[in-house]
């Protein structure tokens, strides 16, 4: 077993899309317009754009909540982004499943002597280089691509500009953990030239409609329902009521900055990635007006910024230091791959202590709470409405 041959494309933003644009890449399946590889961008839009959606966990064992945002189309339904946008692309996909440990890891080893990187969806705390708590183990899933076997090395590419190295022993657990995922690998192959233009209209138009959904759970009305649970005492949603002990507030404050701002999405929630698709998206069909729609979605990745600001805000120390940390390993980890491991550790065991100590013994009295709350609750209704207007901004750009 070793490396596949030509894989040289790493890093990206946003899990699905850097995963497959870089096993495609390494494949010579390009873009038809230049006959480069496609940018991930493009493929966020091709494969549908942007979605909605917040899930607040509870892990009771632990004292710890953690929300998790979605910020793409069909981001609850990976398999289903990953078919249409493949099909739109001309592409053939292949997705290989196994209940067997023993099973899964020839499926791995077979793909890759063939010559063929996969895409792989694992556990995100399970990947060790990640450093996440023992207590995410199980509940975060994350995809990667893998390139290589040697020895007992698997080699991945992770959104960072060099590749990790795992060991086989460690990425078994982590394949297999989350038993929906079933060992899950994506295995590309070029079938047709696509209709570019047509696959670019066809993502933007899957895009307007989802987002005009009247869903308050995967469509743009769910921003609304969280901005209203912010200050609702008597929802049992509600971010009072669910948080009338203040256990697990540290950590889900934690998580809103980090989920828009650090994981998967280039920042921004994700906005500031489609906006550079509709940037590409006005050349390939001759649309200038999309410029605009992507200008919106500019501004509103610098909303949905300010929220994530606002979750952790720099007047209070622990939280200022908890934003800093993130970013440091986050782009220590994006720079440097595995060799950031020396470095990323003592970040990693400092955000572990604040946890340990900011968790269970919330810093904010009920008073200050109270404004945080009303603060975020106030950005979110705003930010619906602004999502509406760029929304309405995009539709407006397609007739």
């Known amino acids: 077993m070793a490396v596949v041959a030509g894989y040289q494309q790493f890093g990206g ?3 699905e899309t850097a995963s497959l644009a870089n096993v495609l890449a390494a494949q010579g399946i390009y873009a038809p317009r230049n006959g480069k590889p496609y940018s991930e961008a493009m493929l966020l839009g091709i494969g549908g754009g942007l979605g909605a959606g917040y899930i607040l966990y509870e892990f009771k064992a632990h004292h710890t909540k953690v929300l998790v945002c979605g910020w793409q189309n069909n981001w609850q339904y990976t ?3 990953y078919e249409t946008l493949c099909q739109r692309i001309g592409v053939i996909p292949t997705f290989h ?3 067997s440990p023993k099973v899964a890891s020839k499926q791995l080893a077979d793909l890759l002597d063939a010559g063929k ?7 995100r705390a399970g990947m060790p280089y990640l450093e996440l708590p023992s207590t995410l183990i199980g509940h975060l899933g994350h995809w990667v691509a893998i390139f290589g076997i040697e020895g007992d090395t698997v080699w991945v590419d992770d959104l960072a500009a060099k590749p990790f190295r795992v060991s086989a022993e460690a990425l078994i657990p982590a394949r297999g953990r989350i038993p929906s995922y079933k060992n899950r690998l994506l295995e590309v192959s070029p079938n047709t030239t696509p209709d570019l233009p047509g696959a670019v209209k066809t993502g933007i138009d899957h895009c307007v409609e989802h987002l005009s959904q009247k869903s308050d759970s995967f469509s743009l009305p769910t921003f609304r329902k969280w901005g209203k649970m912010m200050t609702d005492r008597k929802n049992a949603k509600g971010w009072h009521v669910a948080f009338a002990d203040r256990r697990g507030l540290y950590s889900t404050l934690k998580s809103i900055y980090d989920g828009i701002e650090i994981i998967d999405n280039g ?3 994700m906005r500031g990635l489609y906006a550079d698709f509709l940037e590409e998206a006005a050349e390939v069909i001759s649309r200038p007006t999309l410029r605009q729609a992507a200008a919106h979605y500019r501004d509103l990745a610098a909303q949905w ?3 994530a600001e606002s979750a952790l805000p720099d007047e209070v120390e622990p939280f200022r230091l908890t934003k800093q940390l993130l970013r440091q390993r986050s782009d220590l980890l994006t720079s440097k791959g595995a060799d950031a491991a020396a470095e990323t550790q003592p970040l990693s065991e400092r955000l572990a202590s604040l946890h340990a100590e900011y968790n269970p013994n919330f810093p904010l009295n009920d008073g200050e709470i109270d404004v945080l709350f009303s603060t ?12 509406v207007a760029a929304l309405e901004e995009l539709r407006g750009a397609m007739e």
């Open 13 to 15: 933003w946003h899990a």
């Open 79 to 81: 398999v289903r982004f």
């Open 97 to 99: 499943e196994a209940t």
């Open 117 to 123: 990187p996969v895409v792989a969806w694992v556990d």
């Open 267 to 269: 920042g921004g929630a």
């Open 305 to 307: 910024t300010r929220l």
């Open 376 to 387: 975020l609750g106030e950005q979110l209704l705003a930010l619906y409405d602004a999502e």
